[in-house]
C-alpha cells in the first residue's frame, strides 16, 4: 500500500487512522478515499507550506468543514469530494467534537470566527 500511495499519502492516511476510535473505524471501512495528485513540489516545499489548523483540525476536516459552513448537504460534500456520505458524517463527528459543538450552525460559525473562509 505504501508503494501504491507514496510515502507522504500513506503516513497521511496512517496517522487519520491511527487517531480513530475504534466506532470510527468501523463506520469507515466501507468508504473509499482516493490518493490525491501527486505535484512536482519537492516534499521539503510542501511541508513547508503545511498550514496549522485551530482545535487540532485536520486540513481534510477543514476542507469538509468549509463545505458545510457554504450550506452544502452531506451529500453534496461527499459528491464535491468524492467520498461517501458516510465518511462526510463521520468527519463532522470528529470534528464537532475538537471544536466542542453539536450543530451545523455552531460549526459555522467557529469558522466564520477563525477566518477558515
Known amino acids: 500500500m505504501r508503494d501504491n500511495l507514496g510515502e ?19 463506520a469507515a ?7 490525491r495528485p501527486l505535484t512536482s513540489e519537492p ?10 489548523y485551530p482545535a487540532g483540525l485536520t486540513a481534510r476536516e477543514v476542507e469538509i468543514l ?13 459528491e464535491q469530494l468524492v467520498i461517501s456520505p458516510r465518511t462526510v458524517n463521520f468527519h463532522l463527528t470528529s470534528i464537532y467534537s ?10 459555522t460559525h467557529y469558522v466564520i470566527e477563525h477566518h477558515l473562509i
Open 29 to 35: 471501512r466501507g468508504s473509499v478515499m482516493l490518493p
Open 98 to 107: 475538537k471544536l466542542g459543538v453539536s450543530s451545523r450552525s455552531a460549526a
Open 8 to 26: 507522504e499519502a500513506f503516513q497521511a492516511a496512517l496517522a487519520e487512522g491511527r487517531a480513530m476510535t475504534p466506532e470510527q473505524a468501523l
Open 43 to 52: 516534499t521539503a516545499a510542501r511541508h513547508a507550506k503545511s498550514p496549522r
Open 66 to 78: 468549509r463545505l458545510v459552513a457554504q450550506g452544502l448537504t452531506d451529500a453534496q460534500v461527499a
